[in-house]
């Protein structure tokens, strides 16, 4: 009885121990994976160890990509690894996605090929063959699927939950929005060479616009909770004909039954190639992942000792500071990105292993790092974060040369005449020149920030914006132009002038509500939409009171000495509005 009291309280102060890193060295003499990054990894909890396949090289100074294709199994109880002589592999392959399917398969979709390829191709590897002993042969086979298959990609998101294997986004030639679920009872209940596996087309798609999906990417954090939500943080918006952030910050949940995304509000800081586990309550913790490109401006640096959690149900994110086993400091990994990051607990522990990866200029150790604790007994941290990107900085010079200068340059030119005098000319000509300056500086900034844009895959907004410049840069030559008030062609130049103008101002309100759609900054867009409604109504308003018609100007019936009148207009004998009585 005293040792089973004993025991109950050693447990309950183990759960006490607030979220630490603790590291494992690599025991001298042992073998382990050359160290790589954006392997395929799984928790197998029947022989409580992690299996790993494929990855590549992290050497900054190779000129190519060496692309591994070992498998590996990382034994929990004694933190050795040992290599599975397979007998037959997969190809080389990096960058995809993997999962175990009820301790039997170690299954593996997608992924990188060497020579810059790609692949959609099923793999598995029964597990029992994995035990030291084991009569089972040791090798990989391939499975054949039919259905809706998916292009072949990499850096897509997912994992198996129950008995599906969820697959989401990914890239090869282009940047994908779709998902996929492939059912894999048959290969349960049949075996390997079942023919009765199809995949199916899930989750709708998406485009650079949508406000209600996540928009194409690779390279985002992704994992399939327990409770059947796929959830994916971040990733890289802009290449393989697509643009947006990269690396991005918005996280999105795939509610399976519901068959719905939702997007979950901005907490932690952008990323691509992160890691995102499963921890106790049905969260996700987030940690690592490279946080700059040449998009970015200026940002936060990121803090190896911080994490961040979401609830899937909720939508929310916490933000902790965890701490190091024994406060020695060697406990905390160095950032890390492409790194292996797999929920090693039960149901109800957060404990998470991390190894590999990129750590970018520092040196990557072989240690392997559990992460593990309570984070009810764990400090938390307010949410917030910091960067400034070339997008910022594209969207305020646009903003500020359509959506302010020119709308006032506008307002000049239609209601400055009735007040009279050729004051309005100047002001309408100074803020055009202003506009035309802020316009051109924020177009140079969009190129640059857009480092992989599809002109000929027709992207919208970037069509649209070198439209809108090459007519902004006519409008001033077609001023020049300007035909006297006497010229029959004076008319057909005012009206021309004028529509170029107001067509202009039209496409780049959209264009700036689709760039906000593009930069992720939905909330933005609906009160850009607004405040576009307010300008509308402006106008409406000030054209019903009469404020768009010119003063017009009265002759002047001054009594003279002679006892006609003096006029300020001239009068012609016989002609229209003339007077011979007023003539003489």
Not at 79 to 96: C, K
Not at 293 to 317: F, K, Y
Not at 351 to 378: C, P, R
Not at 503 to 529: D, E, K, P, R
Request: aromatic residues 10%.
């Amino acid at each position: 009885m005293t040792s089973l009291v004993c025991l109950a309280i050693l447990l309950a102060l183990a759960q006490c121990e607030p979220l630490q890193w603790t590291a494992y060295p690599l025991p001298a003499g042992a073998v382990s994976p050359p160290l790589r990054r954006e392997a395929m990894a799984e928790y197998d909890s029947q022989h409580d160890q992690v299996i790993l396949f494929g990855g590549r090289n992290i050497d900054q100074t190779e000129t190519t990509i060496e692309v591994f294709a070992d498998t590996w199994a990382l034994d929990l109880n004694n933190m050795t690894w040992r290599i599975l002589p397979t007998s037959v592999n997969p190809p080389p392959t990096y960058s995809g996605v993997a999962g175990i399917i009820q301790g039997k398969y170690f299954v593996i979709a997608t992924g990188g090929l060497e020579g810059d390829e790609q692949t959609n191709a099923v793999w598995v590897l029964p597990l029992g063959a994995t035990v030291e002993g084991s009569a089972e042969e040791l090798t990989w086979h391939q499975l054949t699927v039919g259905g809706d298959v998916p292009d072949a990609r990499y850096g897509a998101v997912g994992s198996i939950v129950g008995t599906d294997l969820y697959l989401s986004h990914g890239a090869s030639g282009t940047s994908y929005a779709d998902s996929y679920r492939l059912d894999l009872r048959p290969l349960v209940n049949t075996g390997i060479n079942t023919d009765a596996l199809a995949w199916q087309h899930v989750g709708g798609g998406s485009t650079e616009y949508s406000p209600e999906h996540p928009h194409p990417r690779t390279f985002a954090a992704g994992t399939v909770t327990p409770t059947r939500n796929l959830v994916m943080y971040g990733g890289c918006l802009s290449s393989n004909g697509h643009a947006g952030p990269c690396p991005s910050r918005d996280a999105w949940v795939y509610t399976i039954q519901l068959d719905k995304w939702r997007w979950a509000a901005e907490g932690p800081e952008q990323s691509k190639f992160g890691g995102l586990a499963n921890i106790k309550d049905n969260e996700v913790l987030l940690w690592g992942g490279e946080h700059r490109s040449e998009q970015i401006v200026t940002t936060d640096e990121p803090q190896p000792d911080i994490v961040h959690v979401l609830n899937p149900a909720t939508l929310r994110w916490r933000r902790y500071n965890v701490s190091a086993f024994d406060n020695d400091e060697s406990n905390i990994p160095e950032i890390r990105a492409g790194h292996v990051f797999v929920s090693i607990g039960a149901a109800r522990e957060t404990k998470v292993l991390m190894w590999g990866g990129d750590g970018g200029y520092e040196s990557t150790s072989q240690n392997i790092y559990i992460l593990s604790g309570e984070l009810a007994h764990t400090e938390p941290l307010e949410l917030g974060w910091f960067v400034w990107t070339l997008w910022h900085i594209h969207g305020l010079f646009m903003f500020f040369a359509w959506g302010v200068v020119f709308q006032i340059s506008a307002c000049i030119a239609r209601y400055g005449k009735k007040a009279g005098g050729s004051m309005w000319l100047w002001g309408h000509g100074a803020c055009n020149l202003f506009g035309i300056v802020l316009a051109i500086t924020g177009t140079t900034l969009g190129f640059v920030s857009a480092t992989a844009v599809s002109l000929e895959a027709g992207w919208a907004h970037s069509v649209i914006g070198i439209l809108v410049m090459i007519a902004m840069a006519l409008q001033p030559i077609i001023g020049i132009f300007r035909p006297s008030k006497e010229s029959d062609k004076r008319s057909c130049w005012s009206w021309t002038h004028k529509i170029i103008g107001w067509v202009l101002l039209v496409l780049t309100f959209v264009n700036i509500f689709l760039g906000l759609l593009v930069a992720l900054l939905n909330s933005i867009a609906w009160a850009f939409l607004a405040y576009a409604g307010v300008i509308i109504i402006m106008h409406i308003i000030l054209s019903l009171l009469g404020f768009s018609k010119e003063e017009e100007t009265k002759p002047d019936y001054t009594p003279m000495d002679n006892g006609h009148f003096k006029t300020s207009e001239v009068f012609q004998p016989g002609t229209k509005g003339g007077s011979s009585a007023l003539y003489k």
